[in-house]
């Protein structure tokens, strides 16, 4: 299976350190983005990459959040001086902006974050 | 601007009986929309995707929406739940400006025995 991978799965920490979450995307595609969910509620939007080059962030997001996708390939989520309002599920997902699935979004697992 | 209603925050059905998830949109034109599934503490799968190519559009696990522009409606059914189907719906139009996704708290769908 060749879809969207994410690294960790789980990470608890303590309230202050820094975090970083990985994201491999589906090969072909050169949009990638970052989400993050809270229980009960729907995704909340992060940033998106097309290849290397971050295109959009979120004005919710705080300096303390950075992304980065050196290569257009994996992509990066750094979080520092953790909160425990951080606490949630921080979710990738990939797209293609051309071909017959163009624009449809391919979810990973999720990385869950418990901060304490 | 473009936006999305579901209707219902939980909706909860016999096994075996039908399913029917509501969803309205608001576009000033034919949005791109999708229905995506989220099982517990599990990431979101496609169900199905509508593009304008035809209103009625078939999904995995036997689910279906029919897309109506007269009704800004893009509702989500099945003909006969299971228990597998206990999740999480959310109904997600594409912002056509940038390829952006607009989510909403979605349905909970909870089955009965």
């Known amino acids: 299976d060749t879809g969207v991978s994410q690294d960790p799965r789980h990470k608890i920490t303590k309230r202050g350190q820094n975090v970083t979450f990985r994201c491999d995307p589906i090969s072909e595609h050169n949009r990638l983005y970052w989400y993050r969910q809270t229980l009960g509620q729907g995704p909340e939007f992060l940033t998106y990459f097309q290849n290397e080059a971050q295109l959009e962030k979120s004005r919710l997001l705080s300096d303390r959040f950075s992304a980065e996708r050196p290569k257009g390939s994996f992509s990066t989520l750094e979080i520092q001086r953790t909160e425990q309002g951080d606490s949630a599920m921080y979710l990738c997902?990939?797209?293609?902006?051309?071909?017959?699935?163009?624009?449809?979004?391919?979810f990973g697992p999720g990385t869950r974050l418990l901060v304490l | 601007a473009q936006s999305v209603t579901q209707l219902d925050s939980h909706v909860s059905v016999s096994e075996g009986t039908p399913v029917l998830l509501r969803c309205n949109y608001s576009?000033?034109?034919?949005?791109?929309l999708f229905w995506y599934v989220q099982h517990p503490n599990k990431g979101l799968q496609l169900l199905l995707k509508?593009?304008?190519?035809a209103t009625l559009v078939k999904g995995i696990n036997g689910f279906e929406a029919e897309f109506k522009k007269s009704e800004t409606s893009f509702h989500l059914t099945k003909p006969s739940a299971h228990m597998s189907d206990a999740a999480e719906y959310f109904c997600v139009p594409l912002m056509d400006s940038n390829y952006q996704l607009i989510w909403g708290a979605g349905t909970k769908l909870i089955i009965k025995p």
């Open positions: 997902a990939s797209s293609s902006t051309s071909g017959m699935y163009q624009e449809t979004q391919y």
């Open positions: 576009s000033s034109y034919s949005p791109s």
């Open positions: 509508y593009t304008s190519a």
